[in-house]
């Protein structure tokens, strides 16, 4: 609930906007029906008046105006609530333990924020304000009115609001189910489709895509069975209802054949009012069982919206010295039960050129990781400069840090965009730092130039490429430690050996950590550190580790053959 709180404070005054109107057009309906019954038994004793049939106007007039105002506030909160949800996910996003980040599935967790978005506006807005503002007011106002015609109809009305929950009551069970199947099934479906779209060429070169359609089509099957099962029950309330309103209808005639107690006026009034009573009882009904069945949507949007924080991005010391000494201390780390850094130490000079090499899966990104505070280590120390990084503000940390990451380090936007971000950079500039990257060619043979959009993953640019844009963000950023992880492994020999040249002389005073499988490419680093099942096992130069490590020897005669 707090999300809903947050939601409805950030809108509080056109809540109460619509609130406000939401009670005075509820009485101005019931009013309007009960001036009508005077009307027309006005009109049947001859008693009627010309003051009469202008105010009956005006209370028309004023009742459409003010019905027709409540859209504006309606829809801004409509719309409204449902996008802040979204923007919430975005948000969470960005504070995200990174470790629960990794645990999500994208095609998931869009679909829970789809179906959490719109359920979360839908319990605010569809019950909730619908609720205080129209339905309660209504029921209030019309058995108000009827209770000044007649008393025993009011006492029947009650009989059949009891009667209308016990059916309820009934049927939200089955509802339940079929929600909860719903739910799990669309999931299913749009993590089938989004990994489709996403692994096209996987899914095409192993030749699965006819057995991804037939699973995403088996679960279409399962959301539009269980859809219409749901809609068949939710309709069957409103000719519950319709039935209901009906037998009373009938009863009031009956009533005053009878006992010859209703005008004709009444009769009307009794009629219009029994309906205005009921109507909001259908709809209750109705928005209650689907508040329900929201409130078990929104409750998976919640728990992701819940998910566990990074509070060391906002909070920790502000860093006060050069970030770029490093010092790890008997560090070791696990996932859960397994272990993968195991009691390592290293010591880094500042401005020293390092690079961690080792076979797959040794433990060297995740070194880095927790070198950049995304992973949080509970044994050993690691020092940056003479700060202990667990106390450390990450934000702090990352205005002093470039990353290149081993995944796509590019995102959907410009090249521009994906070279500064937001930052207020003349063109030259940017067509420098292309060069700095060989890149300059690519740009200068695009029509839209810098402004080009290079697609989702970058898709409409060459694997190196994407690397080397990621690069050229070094030439306007200013920091004290440098960590690239597989940073050069799609560019060509020349070009990674061109690249590397001129980004070590930009960097010729920072830290400079990477991790490389192509050995070559690090042969004129400061000092290697050879990786294995989560240790250091040697270290040393280039030509050292050549002459003396068999380990770096095997990995080396791999690497040129
Ligand atoms: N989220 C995770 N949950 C569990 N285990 C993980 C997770 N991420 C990585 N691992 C495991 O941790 C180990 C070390 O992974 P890491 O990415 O650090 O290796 P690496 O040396 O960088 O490998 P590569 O050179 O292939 O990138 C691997 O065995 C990997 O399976």
Known sequence: MRYIKEILKNNKLWVLAYIGLGIFNAFMANYKTDYFQKVIDGLAAGTLTFAGVITYGLIL???YCMNYLDNYPEKKLEYGIYLDFKLLSLRKISTIDYTEYQKIGTGKLVQRIENGSSAGRNVVFNFWLRLIRDLLPTIVFSVYFIWKIDKIITYILFVGYILIFIITNILLKFLYKIKEKILNSEELFNHFLVRGFMEMLVFRMSKQFPSEIKKTRSAKEDIVSSKVKMNMIHEAFFTIFALLVAMLDIGILFYAWKTKNLTVGSIVALIALIEN???PIAIFNVLYVQYKLDKASYKRFEEFLDLKEDNQLRNGDAIHTDIGEISIKNLSFQYEERKIIDDLSLFIKRGQKIAFVGESGSGKSTVIKILLGL?????GEIYLGDMELSGICLNNLYD??????QDVPVFDGTIKENLVFEKNVSEEQMLDALKEVQLSHLVENLAE?????IGEKGTCLSGGEKQRLAFARLWFENP????????TSAMDNLTEENV???VMLKMKDKTVIAIAHRLNSIAGFDRIILFREGKIVGQG????????DSYFKELYNANVQ
Do not use: P
Request: proline share 0%.
């Open 61 to 63: 007039l004023v009742n």
């Open 500 to 502: 590397m040249k001129s």
């Open 400 to 405: 002093r840090v470039s990353y290149i990451s």
């Open 480 to 487: 004290e430690l440098v960590v690239l992880d597989e940073a």
């Open 449 to 453: 130039g810098l402004d080009t959009e």
């Open 541 to 548: 130069t280039f030509e050292e580790l050549l002459h003396t």
């Open 277 to 279: 009573a009921y109507t």
């Open 375 to 379: 992973l949080k280590y509970n044994q």
